[in-house]
């Protein structure tokens, strides 16, 4: 399973490749490639299941009220599917000393995996790790591109 250019997600917006990640996008929803016995056809993603990235303001880290409704719909996913863990990726974007981003994408980490456990998910189910700037998904230099890199990232880890 790969998200194609003219896939449209359930917001109806266009859902492309990000280079270098098969599987995921750039669009409101991103896809994940999962293990054959627990893809099904999910209504969030036209390609198949779906764990969803969350996304926060300039130099916050506490989470917005469309993040609460994408973080409910990832425990939904993960309460169905008990064995796997998830690693959730701190992101910034580039303005700021790195140190300042390093520790700015680990709070955002950190209160997404926080706010899951409220959600019912085990603790022992979710690591943080932190990139800071270093792993942009987008890499122009003015806010249309930002506001996608300041995201909380959610990847499979593998049976728990």
């Known amino acids: 399973m790969t998200a194609s250019a003219s896939a449209k997600s359930a917001t109806n917006k266009p859902v492309t490749d990000v280079?270098?990640?098969?599987g995921l996008s750039?669009?409101?929803?991103?896809?994940?490639?999962?293990?054959?016995?627990?893809?099904e056809r999910?209504?969030?993603?036209?390609?198949?299941?779906?764990?969803?990235?969350?996304?926060?303001d300039v130099d916050q880290y506490a989470l917005k009220p469309e993040a609460h409704e994408r973080l409910s719909?990832?425990?939904?996913?993960?309460?169905k599917n008990p064995k796997y863990t998830i690693e959730i990726q701190g992101h910034s974007d580039e303005r700021g000393t790195n140190d300042y981003?390093?520790?700015l994408a680990d709070r955002?980490?950190?209160?997404?995996?926080?706010?899951?456990?409220?959600?019912?998910?085990a603790a022992t189910r979710l690591k943080t790790v932190s990139f800071g700037e270093e792993?942009?998904?987008?890499?122009?230099h003015h806010e249309s591109c930002w506001?996608?890199?300041?995201?909380?990232?959610?990847?499979?880890?593998?049976?728990?």
Do not use: H
Request: glycine share 10%; proline share 9%; charged share 25%.
């Open 26 to 39: 750039t669009g409101d929803q991103t896809c994940i490639e999962l293990p054959e016995e627990i893809q």
């Open 19 to 22: 280079p270098g990640r098969p």
């Open 42 to 56: 999910d209504t969030y993603c036209p390609e198949g299941p779906l764990i969803g990235d969350i996304y926060f």
């Open 135 to 140: 792993r942009p998904v987008c890499t122009d």
């Open 73 to 79: 719909k990832n425990a939904d996913f993960l309460k």
């Open 101 to 103: 981003n390093l520790a």
């Open 108 to 121: 955002r980490a950190n209160v997404t995996r926080e706010y899951m456990i409220t959600l019912g998910i």
């Open 147 to 160: 506001w996608r890199n300041r995201r909380g990232e959610f990847r499979l880890a593998g049976p728990s």
